[in-house]
């Protein structure tokens, strides 16, 4: 991690995922289901915690904006596109609401944690170019 890449992950308020981001916890995650299903996961999931409020959703365009109220909070956009058939993409946007413009990373750090509730729900599929994994 050079030092802008430092610099961005704790001075900053935003962050989110895409298909080469730099931090690989922040690339975008495939998993084996439809893009109803996942989506259903994602809306089910949001549901269950206490500490955020679902205030909308797409499932036209794959997205569910969340509100974050409890502890830190937080904006997060959920976003969910079938590639190919049992091959769907699931992003994620972060932003923090605080004081200060920054928030010492828990942004970056919310986005694989969502991932990780996301693995145990749903087949992951490992991308070969990132650590040698068979699709």
């Known amino acids: 991690m050079n030092f802008r890449q430092f610099f961005s992950k704790f001075f900053n308020n935003h962050s989110e995922t895409s298909e080469n981001h730099w931090d690989q916890n922040l690339q975008t995650h495939y998993f084996k289901t439809?893009?109803?299903?996942?989506?259903?996961v994602i809306e089910d999931?949001?549901?269950k915690s206490s500490n955020c409020e679902i205030v909308a959703l797409s499932k036209?365009?794959?997205e569910i904006s969340?509100?974050?109220s409890k502890g830190r909070?937080?904006?997060?956009?959920a976003t969910v596109?079938?590639?190919r058939p049992y091959r769907t993409a699931v992003d994620f946007s972060v932003t923090t609401e605080s004081v200060i413009p920054f928030d010492l990373g828990y942004s970056h750090n919310l986005i694989p944690k969502l991932?990780?509730?996301?693995?145990k729900e749903l087949t992951y599929i490992e991308d070969p170019k990132r650590n040698n994994a068979q699709v």
């Open 66 to 68: 969340v509100n974050f």
């Open 45 to 47: 999931y949001f549901n």
């Open 60 to 62: 036209e365009h794959g």
């Open 34 to 40: 439809t893009k109803d299903k996942g989506f259903q």
């Open 73 to 77: 909070k937080a904006f997060v956009v």
């Open 81 to 83: 596109i079938m590639v």
């Open 115 to 119: 991932y990780d509730e996301l693995k």
